[in-house]
């Protein structure tokens, strides 16, 4: 099972910017299709954004469209999330998982599409 590890989160204030890294540690990463959802406290999982495997589709759900784009770099067996104009409500915790089932707009809005996420990384949006 692909194991993943998420990075990049932090502290930042409304209007700014983070930008998140998932590597996967077994170096298997570009055979997958890669997704991020986020949790907050007391919330349902929530879809982010996924790309396939070769980084031609992307699909972002629609609280974060406009605002972040994923992408990879294979060779470097990294997926990003680069996170702009943040609003309070998109603290959560921030995880990686495969997908699945192939990334579309579809897949990324349903929390089940995503497989063996790593610890995730905390992202608070905040004064």
């Known amino acids: 099972q692909l194991q993943l590890v998420e990075s990049g989160g932090g502290l930042v204030q409304p209007g700014g910017s983070l930008r998140l890294a998932c590597i996967s540690r077994?170096?298997?990463?570009?055979?997958?299709?890669i997704g991020w959802f986020r949790q907050a406290p007391g919330k349902e999982r929530e879809g982010v954004s996924c790309i396939n495997y070769s980084g031609e589709t992307l699909a972002y759900g629609d609280s974060v469209k406009g605002r972040f784009t994923i992408s990879r770099d294979n060779d470097k067996n990294t997926v990003h999330l680069q996170m702009n104009s943040l609003k309070p409500e998109d603290t959560a915790v921030y995880y990686c998982?495969?997908?699945?089932?192939?990334?579309?707009?579809?897949?990324?809005?349903?929390?089940?599409?995503?497989?063996?996420w790593g610890p995730g990384t905390q992202v608070t949006v905040s004064l």
């Open positions: 077994d170096g298997f990463l570009r055979a997958y299709g």
């Open positions: 998982a495969a997908l699945l089932h192939p990334c579309s707009a579809t897949v990324v809005k349903n929390p089940d599409s995503f497989s063996g």
